[in-house]
């Protein structure tokens, strides 16, 4: 916008410059009439009229090109403005003195900002994204662009931009910085949808063969002991094969969850209605139907019907046991929206939340603060909802508790 201006400028001083010029000229000619012989005085009337007219003319040839220039300063400074305010990436200016300058609807979607921005200190503007904020100041400090650079934005759902910034100088040194960036979230969540269903994958290959050897193994052990007969022992030895009894039976059940966790699940997909799924979840689960309560928009999913309750059973009894477990009466919330094309649920409980080591463990494999826990129950949900093209994350509340965040693509009509 600043080129277009000084391009009416200069347009502008060519204008003046060709009235001065012409001026002297009709000068110079007014001299020679008046010097001239004879009928100098005579023919002087007639030429004074002829320049008069040409004068005339030639204002009016250079008023006519002051209004197209203007006019065409004005058209390139509105597509300029179309220009910005249509780019689907975002756009940040920022002058030489740490002002913004331009600020286009694209970046306030992405960072989720308000209308304010220009003339305001850079930092203050872009308040929610520090991270860009300080490329920013780094290329404002340096000389160099900065060119392809991907930064994260906290939040509750954290946001991956790809950002190029290149400073702009001019005679006295660096002018401003254009701060270009990309909203590159989904991409960043699908390549790590991608890793997590090949590295769930390769860990079923490895471990499904070795889990069937310990299932046939526990099993001989099992027969064994219930061939023997507790009443033709002594107290002792009976003592023993109940011990024996239980833990096989114990192991067992480990070993059936590792399998399921392990092998690739056959999922059978259809619409479901993700309310009707969450109620049913709640159903299987002792206890819930007082503790739980559902709000929000409730939409239908494409997905495995049998699975899915699976998951949020073991999310629900997970929540459940983790407020038991700290002493207090349980009360769980599961709420739903609709975000883009995808369903959010968010599942929270009143509980004791986790610790920062258990916090970065929560989906791994046999991690779990629980005595009798396999560490399963959370590794088996992350799976079931990676198998469904979505993704969970878990959290504390700032309020206390645990929190569960799901997202599921919505069912295509």
Do not use: W
Not at 173 to 195: H, I, M, N, S
């Amino acid at each position: 916008m600043s080129s277009t201006l000084n391009f009416a400028t200069m347009g502008i001083m060519a204008v003046l410059l060709a009235i001065a010029v012409l001026f002297v000229v009709v000068l110079v000619k007014a001299i020679k009439v008046a010097s001239g012989r004879g009928n100098a005085r005579r023919e002087s009337g007639g030429e004074s009229a002829m320049l008069s007219m040409a004068l005339q003319e030639a204002l009016t040839k250079l008023k006519q090109q002051e209004r197209a220039m203007a006019a065409r300063a004005e058209a390139s400074e509105q597509l300029a403005d179309q220009i910005v305010e249509g780019l689907t990436s975002g756009l940040v200016v920022v002058e030489r003195g740490g002002m913004v300058r331009v600020i286009n609807p694209a970046a306030r979607r992405i960072l989720e900002i308000g209308d304010g921005g220009p003339g305001l200190p850079f930092r203050e503007a872009l308040r929610p994204a520090t991270a860009l904020s300080d490329l920013i100041a780094e290329a404002l400090e340096g000389t160099s662009p900065i060119v392809r650079r991907t930064v994260t934005l906290g939040g509750p759902r954290p946001k991956h931009l790809g950002v190029t910034v290149s400073p702009i100088s001019g005679g006295d040194g660096l002018q401003a910085a254009v701060c270009l960036f990309t909203d590159l979230t989904a991409v960043v969540e699908l390549e790590e949808q991608l890793r997590l269903k090949e590295a769930l994958a390769r860990l079923g290959e490895l471990t499904a063969g070795l889990a069937h050897e310990f299932r046939n193994g526990l099993a001989t052990i099992h027969g064994y002991g219930r061939l023997l007969d507790p009443q033709t022992l002594p107290e002792p030895a009976r003592t023993c094969v109940d011990g024996i009894r239980s833990e096989t039976v114990a192991l067992g059940e480990v070993v059936t969850n590792f399998l399921r966790f392990a092998r690739p699940d056959q999922l059978t997909m259809a619409p479901v209605d993700l309310r009707a799924v969450i109620v049913r979840a709640i159903e299987d689960v002792p206890g819930a139907a007082q503790a739980v309560t559902l709000t929000g928009t409730f939409s239908t999913v494409n997905g495995d019907d049998v699975l899915l309750r699976q998951a949020f059973s073991n999310l629900i009894r997970n929540s459940l046991e983790a407020c038991v477990g700290g002493g207090m009466a349980a009360a769980v919330s599961v709420r739903s929206e609709i975000v883009g094309e995808d369903a959010v649920v968010v599942i929270e409980d009143n509980g004791p939340g986790f610790t920062p080591e258990s916090l970065r463990k929560v989906f791994q494999p046999f991690a779990t603060t629980k005595a009798n826990g396999t560490g399963l129950g959370l590794a088996i949900v992350q799976k079931v909802i990676v198998s469904h093209n979505g993704l969970i994350a878990a959290a504390n509340r700032a309020e206390g508790g645990a929190q569960f965040r799901l997202r599921l693509p919505l069912a295509r009509v």
